[in-house]
């Protein structure tokens, strides 16, 4: 039986390891493992996870992140997020709003919802300031580290609860990895209704968010708009996001009546 102090015979083939260790990532595919688990899980030495992982990387399979390692857009791709009649719902009424944000603001805008302890984007229109950033439709990223998460987190106790329990990852060395800091920051964008992410899931990426709420007072989906951290002051457009994010709320409440009333 293989194990990860290497003390007998592990007779798996180069291709049975590196799946026993994307199998290994299990539900945190997506926010990170760090090599150490990763190997533990996978009953690999240290050093043959660490080859394997840099092998994966290379070719797409997993993404780095300091110490941690997460699923990459390869395998990502193999699953994309099945969409719910709700989501489906919610991306159709709620883009004209993401249209309407992206003419006033010309930023790169999302819309996001939580599954699990992830965000998954519904949509995505790319505004003029080019800039590279990990989002995608349908793609999924940790919450924690986005401002369309963390603005959902707020106001979703329950998830957020799950999330502080977790090891958080260094995406970058902004990314808050602490739960009390977390919780103190959700506790402001309660207060404040606004969502930041300032450079915490990709350096030169900076990020301003609100919640779109439906009929209950339940936060279903969120607005954002994003661009280079340097020549994009997230600030300047926290007028406009509140007014839209707003005005989406209606649209959301219609969609989630229907929904509830089977139409």
């Known amino acids: 039986m293989p194990n990860s102090s290497g003390s007998s015979r592990d007779d798996r083939t180069a291709v049975d390891k590196a799946m026993a260790l994307l199998q290994a990532f299990g539900d945190e595919a997506t926010t990170g493992v760090g090599v150490s688990e990763l190997a533990r899980r ?33 395998i990502q791709d193999l699953g994309t997020t099945q969409e719910t009649d709700l989501h489906a719902s919610l991306r159709d009424a709620l883009t004209p709003f993401m249209v309407s944000l992206y003419e006033t603001t010309r930023q790169t805008v999302h819309l996001g919802v939580l599954q699990g302890t992830d965000v998954v984007y519904l949509n995505k229109l790319y505004g003029q300031l080019a800039v590279r950033s990990p989002s995608r ?3 999924r990223l940790p919450s924690y580290c986005t401002a369309v998460g963390k603005v959902l987190l707020a106001c979703n106790p329950e998830v957020a609860a799950n999330v502080l329990k977790k090891e958080m990852h260094s995406w970058t060395q902004n990314t808050i990895t602490s739960a009390d800091a977390l919780a103190s920051e959700l506790s402001v964008i309660r207060r404040e209704g606004i969502g930041y992410d300032r450079d915490e899931i990709l350096v030169g990426l900076n990020c301003v968010a609100a919640p779109i709420f439906n009929g209950s007072g339940r936060a279903v989906a969120a607005l954002s708009i994003s661009g280079p951290t340097g020549r994009f002051d997230p600030q300047s457009q926290t007028e406009v996001l509140r007014k839209i994010a707003f005005e989406a709320s209606r649209a959301a409440t219609a969609v989630t009546a229907a929904i509830q009333r089977g139409q």
């Open 137 to 139: 439709i349908g793609g």
């Open 42 to 74: 996978a009953q690999l030495s240290k050093s043959t996870a660490f080859r394997l992982l840099a092998s994966l990387q290379s070719n797409g399979a997993v993404d780095r992140a300091g110490n941690a390692y997460r699923l990459g857009k390869l």
